[in-house]
């Protein structure tokens, strides 16, 4: 029986510890949403907010930047509310120069989120008056960030900022999984009349870089012939005279963007096009 | 002296009669408008509002319907607000449905304009409690018709509504330019990606025809040969064996689209992308 106890203790302190520290976690977490709501009433457009899907490329796959709420399991996306005095490209800058200390980022409205009870139902154990619990339309924006740039940074209202893996998505909160594919569905389109990768690339890439990117971004692999062709005859990169040296192989050619004519594509649309 | 007095006397009439008109007609909107405020903020979304640039095609130009507001001499575009049960899709349909009795349209959004002052200002001659007078972030929505389902109905506010060319457009109130423009600039990058003219070509068509239609959205002439081989490589047309009478030449042949593949490549891509 000693034994018994003796075994059995240090794990029931544990539960009851873990129990009481998701506890505090939760009062803090509900006395500061509480606190805010009056502020919120007072600076923020209600009924209005604002996601961002940011995409970055590392290590030959592209992620994106989730967080997690303090008292939850579940992912969600950077996001926040648009003050009386911002519209919507004002507002996802300081969201994400928040989230990210990042400024001067490349975003882009890709559609709004407005069903019933996308948002109500997620604070139900609040009382009404918060601000939270309201019926929120939500104006989802991307960014496409260089991955360097970006140092994740945790708030007051989450346990974790972190980049994951586009292939390897975790369980996400209230509609934010299907807000991260409609960013990525808008992303992959655009690739049929827009240029890509001056946001994501370093300066320098090699073409097979550059396919990863645009294989990641449809999710399929593309002939190398072809995607070679394509990519040249949009007429939108330089090759460096030197190639990349070190490895087995022959030594890969150096592109950069050529930022006038990239610039040019964005405006008019790709050679290939109508 | 008398005849100057029969000469001016009608003259003098008319513009007093007119003066008259144009106060009345303000007046009794202003007493509409603010009837209608009590109402209107107890079923909309405060802060929220949608606006419709619907297309048809006709006479081989492409057409936007416009309203005119009692009271103004500028032109806007079919709009209204998001009841508190309504997504944006329905609130789009309904305001549709009210100004054209058309049903199941396609519609599409293609943006939201949240410029401080787009619409706050425009009101700035009735009192603060008016609901129309308030900041208002707008959904744009397009929609593509069959301009022969379309019956433009002037409603409460509006002493006007009808189709316009888009190669003429009047002068906007307030940034209903800027919204329609976006409107056309999202229709032509989905040429690049997406077929077209299902909803707005009737079910027979001639190949001329369909190039008309693409002329028009971008607003440039297109190359026959070329045109036609593009077309037929997106293999979403059907080819007719008997081909159109009449006329001093040769007879065209007629097409349809394929529903089946048309779908399909709404939903996958043109074959041509990547």
Chains 1, 2 share one sequence.
Request: with cysteine; proline share 4%.
């Amino acid at each position: 029986m000693k034994t018994a106890i003796f075994f059995f203790y240090p794990l029931i302190l544990y539960i009851v510890l873990y129990i009481l520290h998701a506890y505090i976690c939760r009062m803090q977490l509900k006395k500061l949403l509480e606190k805010k709501s009056a502020e919120a009433k007072r600076i923020y457009l209600p009924h209005i907010s604002v996601d961002c899907v940011v995409f970055g490329f590392h290590g030959g796959m592209l992620k994106v930047l989730l967080t997690k709420l303090k008292d939850q399991e579940l992912w969600g996306l950077p996001g926040g509310y648009m003050l009386k005095t911002e519209n919507v490209h004002e507002a996802a800058s300081r969201i994400l120069k928040e989230r990210t200390g990042a400024e001067n980022i490349y975003l882009q409205e890709f559609g709004t989120f407005t069903s019933l009870n996308r948002s109500e139902g997620f604070f139900k154990d609040y009382p009404d008056s918060l601000w939270n619990k309201q019926r929120f339309i939500s104006i989802g924006m991307f960014a496409l960030v260089d991955y360097e740039d970006v140092t994740p940074i945790t708030d007051d209202f989450s346990a974790a900022c972190e980049w994951k893996d586009i292939s390897d998505l975790p369980p996400f909160m209230m509609d934010h999984r299907e807000i991260t594919d409609k960013a990525l569905l808008t992303l992959r389109k655009e690739l049929n009349y827009k240029p890509i990768g001056y946001n994501l690339l370093p300066a320098e890439f090699t073409m097979p870089e550059l396919q990863r990117l645009y294989e990641t971004i449809l999710n399929k692999k593309l002939n190398r012939g072809n995607f070679y062709r394509k990519m040249i005859s949009y007429d939108i990169l330089d090759q460096f005279e030197e190639t990349r040296k070190g490895g087995a192989h022959r030594s890969p050619n150096l592109y950069c963007f050529n930022v006038k004519k990239y610039q040019q594509a964005l405006k008019d649309g790709l050679k290939e096009g109508w």
